[in-house]
């Protein structure tokens, strides 16, 4: 029978704060970022039960560190290698993005998987140097719209999720962030409904539980696919989502705000 994290649990853990990530993408330009980092700072410094988190590109984390460092808005990268240092021209280690003041990492983001052809097995190695490196990996999984339509989102998703526990036990997952990404929904303007975002995190939830129930209650869960201010509390406040990953409403300091405000609300 599979076991459950009480809500009393998720509460007692600091899991009932949301969390809201910004993934820029390959966008930025070294003026543009610090315009819409001084707006970030201005509009989210107030929010005391939410928090935020900016993964730029490589090249910027050291301008995000620079402006970032006494804010309450945390940041991180977008990708990394798989191993921890050597031949392996243009990749970027853990111990690299560490001296860049990184605390997380999107590891597995479903535009990389595909053009880059990701294996479940190298996301999972990226995992595994996150987490020995104390970065917070944010790992994306998520099914697209034909596997959807054929009713193989958790055959999908519990297979990606199964390659890391094969390797590492559930117990990595304590402390880590999931974030659940349709494929169909991300950068598309069509966000899961609530309901299809409520039956994937309990299903994800559920699973690591099934295993290790400690593990479960440390994790956290989000959403991402085209998250907007208007989807956004109706997103944020289905049980079981933690926070939302948001690609294109993070490029614009108004939505963004809207965003984290909905998560603020949803607490
Ligand atoms: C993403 O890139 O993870 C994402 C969720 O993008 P968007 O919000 O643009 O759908």
């Known amino acids: 029978m599979s076991q459950t994290a009480s809500p009393d649990l998720l509460k007692k853990s600091g899991l009932a704060k949301k969390l ?33 988190v900016v993964c730029a590109p490589y090249p910027y984390l050291a301008q995000l560190q ?50 880059y052809c990701e294996s479940d097995e190298n996301i999972a190695q990226k995992f595994v140097q996150a987490k020995q490196h104390g970065l917070t990996p944010i790992l994306c ?3 697209t719209l034909i596997e959807r339509e054929a009713g193989l989102m958790e055959l999908v998703i519990g297979k990606q999720l199964d390659t890391i526990i094969a390797q590492h036990g559930a117990a990595i997952f304590a402390d880590s ?18 309901i299809q975002a409520q039956a994937m995190h309990k299903f994800i939830r ?13 994790l956290k869960i989000l959403y991402g696919g085209s998250i907007n201010p208007q989807n956004a509390l109706q997103l944020l406040v289905v ?26 609300m949803a607490n």
């Open 141 to 143: 999984v998520g099914e």
């Open 66 to 115: 620079q402006l970032l460092q006494h804010t309450n808005i945390s940041w991180g990268a977008q990708n990394i290698a798989k191993n921890a240092e050597g031949a392996y021209t243009g990749e970027v280690s853990a111990a690299m993005l560490k001296d860049f003041g990184c605390e997380y990492v999107i590891v597995g983001h479903s535009e990389r998987a595909t053009a």
């Open 206 to 218: 559920n699973k690591i539980a099934s295993i290790d129930k400690e593990a479960a209650s440390r």
């Open 20 to 52: 809201v990530v910004a993934n820029w993408k390959m966008h930025g330009n070294l003026e543009k970022n610090k315009v819409l980092l001084a707006q970030y700072i201005a509009a989210l410094s107030g929010l005391k039960q939410t928090k935020i």
């Open 239 to 264: 049980s079981n989502v933690d926070g939302g990953l948001v690609g294109k409403c993070s490029l614009e300091a108004q939505g963004f705000e809207k965003i984290c405000a909905a998560a603020d």
């Open 177 to 194: 962030i999931i974030s659940y990404e349709p494929i169909w929904a991300i950068g598309t303007g069509l966000a899961a409904t609530p």
